[in-house]
């Protein structure tokens, strides 16, 4: 395996990324991985490991660097109840349009790595990503052959750039795993969102986790259900094979 870490240009300034991706057989298609909201740490990166080692080049982006911040653990320690405030702080602070800017920069960038693909490229967004992965489908029609949001957030909302609309406009076959328990996207939400696919055009799987929590795919977390987890993986897997090639 090969990885680094690089700081990309972008239209704001520059977002230091993980990038990994296998020592041989390339070039591999462009797996774009945006980060949740406690933003960049080991966890994540060993879960883009895990991706690579299938035959994927994997970028990581740190989404929070408009605002100085590359990982959360480094920033001084405060109580519970404020860090989770600054945490949502942070999240707020992003903008669908900022993010997918930022996708454009990394697209960018992989198209002049020659261990990269030029073909249709997967984006992967969990919590507050789950809308960057589905719009930057809806954005870039030609290039994303696969979305897919885990446990996203904000997927049905009143804006022109509701992730449900931007699903009705995607080419790419999308697949969103939601929780049976999540306070942060309920069941009315993932009703909601499966009606609207269902009612557009796209090719696009809801699935619901029976029985399990928000955050059920992350190994450090207290949701992280095991047997879920695996099964996301087999789904992320098999989507990105029909699609990526």
């Known amino acids: 395996m090969i990885e680094q870490t690089i700081d990309i240009p972008t239209k704001d300034g520059a977002t230091t990324t993980f990038v990994v991706h296998p020592e041989r057989d390339g070039p591999h298609p462009v797996i774009l991985f945006f980060m949740d909201a406690p933003a960049i740490r080991e966890e994540l990166r060993d879960m883009a490991r895990r991706i690579a080692t299938v035959g994927y080049y994997v970028m990581l982006p740190n989404l929070y660097y408009r605002r100085g911040v590359m990982e959360l653990a480094d920033l001084p320690p ?21 993010v997918m800017d930022d996708a454009d920069a990394l697209l960018d ?18 919590c507050m990503s789950g809308q960057y992965a589905i719009n930057y489908a809806a954005r870039n029609q030609e290039r994303v052959g696969a979305a897919a949001s885990i446990y996203g957030v904000q ?16 080419r790419a076959e ?22 609207a696919v269902k009612q557009g055009r796209a090719r696009a ?3 619901l986790y029976a029985g399990v929590e928000h955050g059920f795919a992350f190994p450090q977390r207290a949701a992280y259900d095991k047997p879920s987890a695996e099964r996301h993986w087999e789904r992320l897997f098999a989507l990105w094979r029909r699609n990526l090639g």
């Open 174 to 195: 999308l697949y969103f795993a939601c929780a049976e328990t999540d306070r942060w996207a309920p069941l009315e939400m993932v009703e909601a969102l499966d009606a």
């Open 205 to 207: 799987e809801v699935e």
């Open 78 to 98: 405060l109580p519970e109840e404020a860090a989770r405030a600054r945490m949502f702080d942070l999240m707020g602070s992003l903008t669908i349009a900022g």
């Open 155 to 170: 997927l049905v909302t009143d804006q022109d750039d509701s992730p449900h609309l931007a699903a009705q406009r995607a």
């Open 109 to 126: 960038f992989a198209d002049r790595d020659l261990a990269a693909g030029k073909g249709p490229i997967g984006t992967l967004g969990y």
